[in-house]
């Protein structure tokens, strides 16, 4: 069969190329195409358009770039007319992918979608179109399941591809030598985010803390998809540093973390990586997204706990004084650190085992062949 795979993000590739590996191994002569990164490649799939040059974040800066968007929304669509494939599978990615569904229903082309948007946050009413547009929808957290049965839609709960991505993960024994790194000295990561805008609001106010803590060394967590020269120039002269693409190592190292909101939050808890969470956008996309937001957290660790489990500093409250004030609170010895870490313990039970690439590869494959 043919597939085509939409992911629009990091997360989205390694989680999109955990599934193709599965669906592999059940349809052999298999064909993938799509956009996506270097994950999804290396499982033999086309990419037409790499997610790096689509990585645009916030409303203000979604404005400033419709034309590129909308112009890869187009070349999608010819792509996709093309290609003619048995199903198109979306991964999270909302903003590009419901366009891409609506486009599918219109021209009889199944869709299957892998990862919901986070539609339970803001913007609920669109659970009508993805019933709508959507055949199939593969969740990654147990509140979604009820969630869509407000709207009468049934969907496929098949746990969370980190657990998969974890499993897999193999630490490097030579981590700290390859990284020119102290063994000697506890390790604070440091994870702003694979966006230019989040990086420019939040690692200025995280570098004022570095100096603050002597007695541990702060990394952060880089990727190779952004120049080196960026994160040089937002952090000035400040001696920090920086490893790319080994965010897993990292986290196995580290005895805390400064942790963007996002995807990160939840794989620092399955490392057992106390945090706080950091978040910054740009005033307008901020008092715009405050108004629109109809949940209590914005981490994911918070949200599937459905408590305060890690502390949020948002925004203004995103400082260094407070930012230094709630991480001494998680080093080795204080009591919030083994709170955090008991609910943790909590968190994994919620989630579960690993085995999404694997559930989610043979339930789309059953559907396929049903004829949906």
Request: proline share 4%; with cysteine.
């Amino acid at each position: 069969m043919k597939y085509y795979v939409i992911a629009g993000e990091k997360s989205g590739d390694l989680h999109a190329a955990n599934l193709i590996k599965k669906i592999k191994i059940k349809d052999p002569n298999g064909v993938f195409r799509g956009f996506g990164g270097d994950d999804m490649h290396k499982q033999g799939v086309e990419i037409i358009k790499h997610y790096k040059e689509m990585a645009f974040m916030g409303f203000l800066e979604v404005v400033k770039n419709l034309n590129s968007i909308f112009k890869y929304i187009n070349l999608c669509k010819t792509d996709i007319a093309t290609f003619k494939p048995d199903v198109i599978i979306l991964v999270d990615y909302p903003g590009f992918n419901m366009r891409i569904a609506e486009y599918a229903y219109k021209n009889n082309f199944k869709v299957f979608y892998y990862i919901s948007p986070k539609i339970w946050a803001w913007n609920t009413q669109r659970a009508y179109k993805i019933k709508k547009f959507v055949d199939r929808m593969f969740v990654i957290f147990p509140f979604e399941t009820n969630f869509y049965k407000k709207f009468n839609f049934k969907v496929d709960y098949v746990g969370n591809p980190l657990l998969d991505a974890i499993a897999q993960f193999k630490p490097s024994q030579n981590f700290f030598e390859n990284n020119n790194i102290n063994a000697d000295k506890p390790i604070i990561a440091v994870l702003p985010g694979s966006r230019k805008q989040e990086l420019q609001h939040i690692l200025p106010q995280l570098k004022e803390v570095f100096k603050k803590f002597p007695d541990y060394q702060f990394i952060i967590g880089g990727v190779s998809t952004l120049n080196p020269t960026y994160y040089k120039e937002l952090l000035d002269d400040t001696d920090i540093k920086i490893v790319y693409d080994q965010t897993y190592d990292l986290l196995s190292h580290a005895v805390a973390g400064l942790i963007k909101s996002g995807t990160s939050t939840l794989e620092a808890a399955l490392f057992n990586v106390p945090q706080v969470v950091c978040y910054k956008a740009s005033n307008f996309s901020y008092q715009i997204a405050k108004r629109l937001i109809k949940v209590k957290y914005i981490s994911l660790v918070n949200l599937v706990a459905d408590k305060k489990v890690v502390t949020e500093l948002i925004q203004d409250d995103l400082n260094p004084t407070l930012i230094a004030t709630e991480l001494e609170k998680i080093l080795p010895g204080r009591n919030e650190r083994h709170l955090m870490e008991e609910e943790y313990k909590n968190l994994k039970l919620l989630l579960g085992n690993a085995g999404a690439s694997e559930k989610a590869a043979t339930l789309m494959l059953e559907y396929l062949k049903e004829k949906i």
